[in-house]
């Protein structure tokens, strides 16, 4: 997820203009993940793209209400179930014996239904909507925010 940034505007205008195209991106790639029924490796790197895109937001946090530490937190919890099922992958990586490596196996298999369970609970179209709007809509443009760059 690469943005060009307006380094002639402020942080807030940038907000407002920016990370609704980068919460699109990002509800687009979970989407997939989630429908398509991806595997380990998938999953490794939506992981990655969930932790971008919040570190991203995290950069903006002076131009927003304290409601985005609530999404921030949403964040954090597909983070974690993504996670976990890297450490449950690696350790069967690592596992010798099959009986240790299909116990495994059934706990990845619950992981990644977690995770589908989590992105429809908390990123079903009409959230991913909110967040766009919120993301567009509360840029606080009235706040004193330096510009990037």
């Not at 991806?38 to 992981?47: D, L, N, S, T």
């Not at 209400?65 to 350790?91: W, Y």
């Not at 706990?107 to 990123?123: P, Y």
Request: net charge positive; with cysteine.
């Amino acid at each position: 997820m690469k943005i060009q940034w307006n380094l002639r505007t402020t942080a807030a205008s940038n907000a407002k203009t920016r990370l609704p195209v980068l919460a699109r991106e990002f509800f687009r790639s979970g989407d997939k993940l989630a429908a398509a029924g991806a595997g380990p490796e998938q999953a490794h790197r939506f992981r990655i793209a969930a932790k971008q895109f919040r570190y991203t937001l995290e950069l903006f946090r002076t131009c927003y209400d304290q409601e985005l530490e609530h999404r921030l937190g949403m964040l954090k919890a597909v983070q974690q179930c993504l996670g976990d099922l890297n450490d449950l992958v690696t350790v069967q990586n690592l596992a010798e014996g099959e009986q240790m490596k299909a116990a495994l196996e059934v706990r990845i298999r619950a992981k990644i239904q977690e995770f589908h369970n989590l992105w429809a609970q908390q990123f079903d179209r009409k959230i991913q909507g909110s967040w766009v709007r919120y993301l567009s809509g509360r840029a606080a443009a009235k706040k004193t925010v330096p510009t990037v760059g």
